[in-house]
Structure formats: structure tokens, C-alpha cells
Nanobody, 117 residues
Framework: QVQLVESGGGLVQPGGSLRLSCAGF????????MIWYRQVHGQERELVAG????????NYADSVKGRFTISRDNAKNTVYLQMNSLKPEDTAVYYC??????????WGQGTQVIVSS
């Protein structure tokens, strides 16, 4: 019943921008902290950005700080990741994660981001 659906990934040149979206279905979206992770095949999953349920607090990995912005629109049940000044090392599958303490933990299917010339 619960679904997180990511969109907005694709191929972009270095220095370009992408905006990822993650729409939640079947959950009380405003109750969940939302986190963007990314993973390169064969490597560990990395936390990219997080935002609290009310959207009042955010955190970022040092590698994306100043370039990425996480935001949410609870009225639309959607969290966003605005990615600017993209670098080849940003290439990864990006996953949306919804968490409500230890009781609920949901993942999206992932969306591929490729930064290449």
C-alpha cells in the first residue's frame, strides 16, 4: 500500500542541474522525516540530504553542501532534491527514504542520475 515514487533523474552534463521528486502514497506524509540517499553499484549507500517532517530542519552530506537543496511540500506529499552544479561523482542511483522513528521505514525504487559529458 505504501509507495514512494521518485522521478526527475536522467542524464545531465557536468555543471548542470536536476530536480528529483519523491511522491508518497499510502502514508501520512507529514509525519515522516524524509531522506535522500544515493548509491553507486558496489559501494555503500550514502546519505545525501535529510529533512524533518515539518521541514524546519535539514542536513546535508559535506560533498553536496552548497549545491543541493532538499525541500518538501507536505500538501503535495512530495519531497524534492534540487541538484545544482552537478559533478561526475554525483552519478548514482538516488533513493527516497521515509522514516517514522523505528516503526516505519520505507524506500522508493530509486532513480538514476548520470552526470557525464
Amino acid at each position: 500500500q505504501v509507495q514512494l515514487v521518485e522521478s526527475g533523474g536522467g542524464l545531465v552534463q557536468p555543471g548542470g542541474s536536476l530536480r528529483l521528486s519523491c511522491a508518497g502514497f499510502g502514508l501520512t506524509f507529514s509525519s515522516y522525516d524524509m531522506i535522500w540517499y544515493r548509491q553507486v553499484h558496489g559501494q555503500e549507500r550514502e546519505l545525501v540530504a535529510g529533512i524533518t517532517s515539518a521541514g524546519n530542519t535539514t542536513n546535508y552530506a559535506d560533498s553536496v553542501k552548497g549545491r543541493f537543496t532538499i525541500s518538501r511540500d507536505n500538501a503535495k506529499n512530495t519531497v524534492y532534491l534540487q541538484m545544482n552544479s552537478l559533478k561526475p561523482e554525483d552519478t548514482a542511483v538516488y533513493y527516497c527514504n521515509a522514516r517514522w522513528f523505528k516503526w516505519h521505514n520505507y524506500w522508493g525504487q530509486g532513480t538514476q542520475v548520470i552526470v557525464s559529458s
